[in-house]
């Protein structure tokens, strides 16, 4: 809590006074962790590359992602040791939502540390056992859900926020808990199945990233929360700096991971970074609105879904290849466009995601 040591200076020097503004520590936040992503990524990267953990490519896929294949994986690692720093520095460790933000995201990332491990190392294909594997996930959403269950400082512990109406609260009972791993769950795999193109998955990350940070800041401060409306929550304003921290790394990441990538994000990132995007809207019951500002993530689960479904039931495909960015460059869209214009759509949905604030 380097923040707290150079506050207390206030007495002595008045501009130390500023680090008591979330506002002015989520800055500090995003510039550190982009920071630290670009210094230590280039050493990891060729820790990486020395120790043979390396992308194998599979060959039923575009034929143009075979020339990947040899490129470092397990990059998350880059972006979680950013955050963990960052967050130390300027974080309140005295928040108890600071800490069950971190517990998730260490947690869902040492699943998929675990499943790189076993595909990369013990190069093992399948790598961790489906069983295990959202066993792992749903016993961790567990804990957490129960944990801000019976939180007794949270008012609103079982209830669930609609967008675009005022105050309309759906009381979920004991059945939140469910509900909350299914939210944390479905977000974790989410991101990990968008995770399939040079730079998608963490771009499109830190675009909800962005939009949260001012939903968060927004239920953690009572004026504006009375002005919009929306519900306050005491407390939460402090993950305001975790989505900074989250935000800078994730930048600083997407400077080696951008299409040719230097290296790619792995289970580790993906499994992390979504299941705590899906904590963060738990905590701040912005359940709904992870939904609409993460739409490209629900269409790419919701694709292979239907895929499954089809073929299944009917031995018929719906996409050439799922997920379904994959399905567009077989219909012969460059990467660097499937990229772009689903980052488009993301900021679309983020904009949609905020304009809920005054539209109620």
């Known amino acids: 809590m380097l923040y707290k040591a150079l506050y207390s200076l206030h007495n002595l020097l008045t501009p130390a006074n500023v680090f008591r503004y979330i506002t002015f520590r ?82 869902f990332s040492g699943i998929g540390l675990l499943d790189d491990y076993l595909k990369v190392v013990r190069k093992n294909p399948k790598g961790l056992r489906a069983c295990y594997k959202f066993g792992g996930q749903i016993g961790i959403a567990l804990i957490i859900g129960a944990v801000l269950y019976f939180n007794p400082k949270d008012p609103y512990n079982d209830v669930l926020s609609i967008p675009f109406f005022k105050r309309w609260l759906i009381d979920l009972g004991w059945f939140y808990i469910p509900f909350s791993v299914i939210v944390m769950v479905g977000s974790s795999n989410a991101v990990n199945l968008t995770d399939g193109i040079d730079g998608l998955a963490i771009g499109l990350v830190g675009i909800a990233l962005l939009a949260n940070m001012i939903l968060v800041y927004i239920s953690g401060n009572v004026k504006f929360a009375q002005y919009l409306q929306v519900l306050y929550l005491q407390g939460t304003g402090e993950l305001t700096v975790i989505c900074g921290a989250m935000l800078g790394a994730a930048l600083g990441f997407l400077w080696f991971n951008a299409y040719p990538a230097d290296i790619f994000m792995g289970d580790v990132g993906s499994l992390g970074l979504g299941g705590a995007l899906g904590t963060l809207a738990v905590i701040t019951k912005h359940e709904i609105v992870l939904a609409l500002v993460g739409g490209i993530f629900v269409i790419e689960t919701l694709s292979v879904v239907f895929q499954v479904a089809s073929f299944k039931l009917t031995g018929k495909r719906i996409f050439r290849m799922a997920p379904i960015h994959h399905h567009f460059e077989l219909k012969g869209w460059h990467e660097s466009k499937v990229i772009i214009r689903f980052w488009i ?3 679309m949905l983020a904009l949609l995601s905020l304009a809920s604030l005054k539209l109620r």
Not at 48 to 57: F, N
Not at 63 to 91: D, E, F, R
């Open 26 to 107: 989520t800055a500090l936040a995003i510039i550190t962790a982009m920071l630290l992503s670009l210094l230590i990524g280039p050493r990891i990267i060729e820790f990486l590359r020395k120790v043979s953990v390396t992308q194998q490519i599979r060959d039923d896929g575009p034929q143009t992602h075979l020339k990947k294949s040899g490129t470092p994986t397990m990059g998350g690692l880059i972006i979680v040791i950013a955050i963990l720093i960052t967050v130390l520095l300027w974080g309140d460790l005295e928040n108890m939502y600071v800490w069950v933000m971190l517990c998730s995201l260490i947690s």
């Open 345 to 347: 759509v993301g900021i």
